[in-house]
């Protein structure tokens, strides 16, 4: 492996191995173009609960992560984490209002934004304060990806959480939201970022999927059919520090509103890759979030239209269910997370050359980037169904901006590291795709801080650039509200206060 001796050399977090299909969102590997959401029966027998390997998925190597912690973290260079850092004279962003305000100089203590001057109130910087000159700079809050894994894929790709850490947080992505995991095995890699911030964002914990008799994804897959099971379950991803629980297609709505009701019970956050649970009912019972744009437009097809060739990728967006459906998830509290990368470079247009071509892919292990290829590979995507893809994705984009319009909260998440959806730079093609939505890029930057953020629970820390805010920021060298295309312009990135480079990053992830 590259980089310095670390815990990286020694720790291989694993996941027990899955014979199912291989995405979040997968269709079947056999197809010729790609399916769309299997009907999810669950009926027969019940399987004996999954607890028991979920459980020992892991390694004991987090102490080991630990005790290694204390040497890596203390060789960092006082220069990288000064007592106190001063960004001067530097354009940042302001989430809430959405727009560039110039000539602040934001004085960061430890890990905390102390003060944030201006010309006419400037900052008081000690004088022993390590000072960074960004005039001409544009500073923007930490990106947050709100729609990860950290586990899921690791028995395939022969690729640990650990070990592509780094990716994200040299794209600037200094927050991640696991969205359905291997909670033993999730829980070691949050240890392993949490005593290497040098080198790893902030990682969120999310249950495994919450899935009927047989889950789709036995790798992070948990059985609930039984609404009697849910309180000790969530009792269960309390006592892990789980903040969000996640409904997947098998769950049925009794089981569905139960997590709901307890998960918020516990301060969690619940969320859905919705199938037996419809968007209509989920969002009823009060749902937080959906996940993947398919968890809107699945139920917004009339039932006249479903079946017809190419209806989805011809679906009159306009029509009344669809509007009543926007309308609903509108009016009330829950957000959409709309994941568009991973529809287009993993499930429907893996086949274009932009996506196997795509500079990024060269900066993942080569392990990863042959299981993708393999993946690829059996999908066997077919040139005369390109043109019907092509328009299902602009299609999904369409429906992204309605919501956008009608004012739903939209988050920024991608789903790598699926297929092709390199794990934090995938975050800048998914802001692209939301302007290309009908988002500005603004709006999409706001829906990669702010709004991922207040997903979290995490807007008095995380999201914004103002005093007494964690000090997670990306310098860019370009303003990213003229070109979204900028946000990738990066100089450095501050995690935590700790000033970090991408390029020194990029040499600790593993090119084999």
């Given at each position: 492996m590259s980089g310095t001796a670390s815990a990286f050399e020694t720790i291989h977090i694993r996941s027990v191995p899955d014979t199912m299909a291989d995405s979040d969102c997968l269709p079947n590997a056999d197809r010729r173009s790609p399916p769309h959401p299997r009907p999810f029966p669950r009926e027969g027998g019940r399987e004996k609960c999954f607890g028991a390997w979920m459980r020992v998925a892991i390694l004991p190597v987090t102490l080991m992560a630990i005790v290694l912690s204390g040497s890596v973290n203390a060789s960092l260079a006082d220069e990288n984490h000064p007592a106190v850092l001063v960004l001067r004279d530097a354009t940042i962003f302001d989430s809430a209002a959405g727009k560039m305000l110039p000539h602040r100089t934001v004085v960061i203590a430890g890990d905390v934004i102390e003060a944030i001057g201006t010309p006419e109130q400037p900052a008081k910087i000690p004088p022993k304060a390590r000072t960074i000159d960004c005039s001409g700079r544009y500073v923007i809050p930490g990106l947050i990806d709100a729609h990860v894994h950290l586990v899921h894929l690791a028995d395939r790709t022969h690729v640990t959480g650990d070990e592509y850490l780094p990716l994200f947080l040299a794209a600037g992505v200094t927050s991640v939201r696991s969205t359905g995991d291997a909670i033993v095995a999730e829980a070691g890699v949050d240890r392993f970022s949490r005593a290497h911030p040098d080198r790893s964002p902030r990682v969120f914990l999310c249950s495994p999927l919450i899935d009927g008799a047989t889950p789709v994804h036995k790798d992070v897959g948990w059985p609930l059919v039984d609404v009697a099971q849910v309180p000790g379950f969530v009792d269960d991803m309390a006592a892990w520090n789980v903040t969000t629980l996640k409904i997947y297609v098998g769950t049925p709505r009794t089981i569905g509103r139960s997590v709901i009701e307890l998960g918020h019970r516990r301060g969690m956050i619940v969320t859905g890759h919705l199938g037996l649970y419809s968007a209509q009912d989920a969002v009823e019972d009060g749902i937080d979030c959906l996940e993947h744009i398919w968890s809107v437009f699945n139920y917004s097809i009339p039932g006249e239209v479903?079946?017809?060739?190419?209806?989805?990728?011809?679906?009159?967006?306009?029509?009344?269910?669809?509007?009543?459906?926007?309308?609903?998830?509108?009016?009330?509290?829950?957000?959409?997370?709309?994941?568009?990368?991973?529809?287009?470079?993993?499930?429907?247009?893996?086949?274009?050359?932009?996506?196997?071509?795509?500079?990024?892919?060269?900066?993942?292990?080569?392990?990863?980037?042959?299981?993708?290829?393999?993946?690829?590979?059996?999908?066997?995507?077919?040139?005369?169904?390109?043109?019907?893809?092509?328009?299902?994705?602009?299609?999904?984009?369409?429906?992204?901006?309605?919501?956008?319009?009608?004012?739903?909260?939209?988050?920024?998440?991608?789903?790598?590291?699926?297929?092709?959806?390199?794990?934090?730079?995938?975050?800048?093609?998914?802001?692209?795709?939301?302007?290309?939505?009908?988002?500005?890029?603004?709006?999409?930057?706001?829906?990669?801080?702010?709004?991922?953020?207040?997903?979290?629970?995490?807007?008095?820390?995380?999201?914004?650039?103002?005093?007494?805010?964690?000090?997670?920021?990306?310098?860019?060298?370009?303003?990213?509200?003229?070109?979204?295309?900028?946000?990738?312009?990066?100089?450095?990135?501050?995690?935590?206060?700790?000033?970090?480079?991408?390029?020194?990053?990029?040499?600790?992830?593993?090119?084999?």
């Amino acid at each position: 492996m590259s980089g310095t001796a670390s815990a990286f050399e020694t720790i291989h977090i694993r996941s027990v191995p899955d014979t199912m299909a291989d995405s979040d969102c997968l269709p079947n590997a056999d197809r010729r173009s790609p399916p769309h959401p299997r009907p999810f029966p669950r009926e027969g027998g019940r399987e004996k609960c999954f607890g028991a390997w979920m459980r020992v998925a892991i390694l004991p190597v987090t102490l080991m992560a630990i005790v290694l912690s204390g040497s890596v973290n203390a060789s960092l260079a006082d220069e990288n984490h000064p007592a106190v850092l001063v960004l001067r004279d530097a354009t940042i962003f302001d989430s809430a209002a959405g727009k560039m305000l110039p000539h602040r100089t934001v004085v960061i203590a430890g890990d905390v934004i102390e003060a944030i001057g201006t010309p006419e109130q400037p900052a008081k910087i000690p004088p022993k304060a390590r000072t960074i000159d960004c005039s001409g700079r544009y500073v923007i809050p930490g990106l947050i990806d709100a729609h990860v894994h950290l586990v899921h894929l690791a028995d395939r790709t022969h690729v640990t959480g650990d070990e592509y850490l780094p990716l994200f947080l040299a794209a600037g992505v200094t927050s991640v939201r696991s969205t359905g995991d291997a909670i033993v095995a999730e829980a070691g890699v949050d240890r392993f970022s949490r005593a290497h911030p040098d080198r790893s964002p902030r990682v969120f914990l999310c249950s495994p999927l919450i899935d009927g008799a047989t889950p789709v994804h036995k790798d992070v897959g948990w059985p609930l059919v039984d609404v009697a099971q849910v309180p000790g379950f969530v009792d269960d991803m309390a006592a892990w520090n789980v903040t969000t629980l996640k409904i997947y297609v098998g769950t049925p709505r009794t089981i569905g509103r139960s997590v709901i009701e307890l998960g918020h019970r516990r301060g969690m956050i619940v969320t859905g890759h919705l199938g037996l649970y419809s968007a209509q009912d989920a969002v009823e019972d009060g749902i937080d979030c959906l996940e993947h744009i398919w968890s809107v437009f699945n139920y917004s097809i009339p039932g006249e239209v479903a079946g017809k060739p190419n209806h989805r990728a011809d679906l009159d967006l306009q029509n009344p269910r669809c509007q009543a459906l926007v309308t609903q998830i509108a009016k009330s509290p829950t957000v959409v997370d709309p994941t568009l990368v991973v529809f287009r470079n993993m499930i429907y247009l893996h086949d274009l050359p932009e996506v196997q071509e795509d500079p990024d892919l060269k900066l993942v292990p080569a392990r990863m980037k042959r299981y993708w290829d393999a993946y690829r590979d059996r999908s066997k995507l077919m040139p005369e169904t390109r043109d019907a893809r092509q328009r299902e994705i602009a299609k999904y984009q369409e429906l992204t901006g309605i919501l956008h319009r009608a004012g739903v909260p939209l988050l920024a998440g991608t789903d790598a590291p699926e297929p092709y959806v390199t794990p934090g730079f995938s975050l800048h093609q998914e802001l692209e795709l939301l302007v290309g939505s009908g988002l500005s890029p603004s709006a999409a930057l706001q829906a990669a801080t702010l709004n991922n953020a207040r997903l979290l629970k995490q807007e008095e820390k995380l999201g914004r650039i103002e005093k007494g805010m964690t000090a997670d920021l990306v310098i860019l060298r370009t303003n990213p509200l003229d070109d979204i295309r900028r946000t990738r312009d990066i100089e450095s990135v501050v995690r935590g206060g700790l000033v970090v480079s991408p390029s020194d990053l990029l040499r600790l992830v593993p090119k084999e």
